[in-house]
T-cell receptor, first 114, second 110 residues
Framework: DGGITQSPKYLFRKEGQNVTLSCEQNLNHDAMYWYRQDPGQGLRLIYYSQIVNDFQKGDIAEGYSVSREKKESFPLTVTSAQKNPTAFYLC?????????????FGPGTRLTVL | GEDVEQSLFLSVREGDSSVINCTYTDSSSTYLYWYKQEPGAGLQLLTYIFSNMDMKQDQRLTVLLNKKDKHLSLRIADTQTGDSAIYFCAEGGATNKLIFGTGTLLAVQP
């Protein structure tokens, strides 16, 4: 089945540790996105990539890093520089061209810093 | 800058109609979207409307767009307990980025 997978579903991290969240898609989409969701704040864009080997900062990129070495994969690293990393993280993908650029979402990863 | 606003909470009784409202600021938006998020899950696209349309109906869902006032609404007819979720509106324009609203929590009382 075509879709987006994120792993793990739940992740626990100690303060001061970096952690990488996985996002894989088999929809043949060029564009991929990472969002952070906090209660009552909706979705905030962290990073996005419109093509392999290229990515741009979103609204809240500080303390995060990404890579886009393959079309199918867009991992997000939450570094120790991120001051408040506990949140629900959502990955999405979409076509890069065309009129309706619907974003398809993965099931999310809930990160908790202990 | 671009901004999308929604009310935070709506409570309805099962069988009633629900109307979720959204206002946006970017007049160049091409498509406007409604997404649904169930607890602990990702977002799924419910419906969308092209900016040159006034209304779109899809089974129990009706989307109304007032482009002059930059107002979008989602009406759910015969609301069921399974409709309880967070609903997000989003606007998309020339770039691939979508601007999401804060989400409206719909609570359906049996």
């Amino acid at each position: 089945d075509g879709g987006i997978t994120q792993s793990p579903k739940y992740l626990f991290r100690k303060e001061g540790q970096n952690v990488t969240l996985s996002c894989e898609q088999n929809l043949n989409h060029d564009a991929m996105y990472w969002y952070r969701q906090d209660p009552g704040q909706g979705l905030r864009l962290i990073y996005y990539s419109q093509i392999v080997n290229d990515f741009q900062k979103g609204d809240i990129a500080e303390g995060y890093s990404v890579s886009r070495e393959k079309k199918e994969s867009f991992p997000l690293t939450v570094t120790s520089a991120q001051k408040n990393p506990t949140a629900f993280y959502l990955c999405a993908s979409s076509p890069r061209t065309g009129g309706l650029r619907e974003q398809f979402f993965g099931p999310g990863t809930r990160l908790t810093v202990l | 800058g671009e901004d999308v606003e929604q009310s935070l909470f709506l409570s309805v009784r099962e069988g009633d109609s629900s109307v979720i409202n959204c206002t946006y600021t970017d007049s160049s938006s091409t498509y406007l979207y409604w997404y649904k998020q169930e607890p602990g899950a990702g977002l799924q696209l419910l419906t969308y409307i092209f900016s040159n349309m006034d209304m779109k109906q899809d089974q129990r869902l009706t989307v109304l767009l007032n482009k002059k006032d930059k107002h979008l609404s989602l009406r759910i007819a015969d609301t069921q307990t399974g409709d309880s979720a967070i609903y997000f509106c989003a606007e998309g324009g020339a770039t691939n980025k979508l601007i999401f609203g804060t989400g409206t929590l719909l609570a359906v009382q049996p």
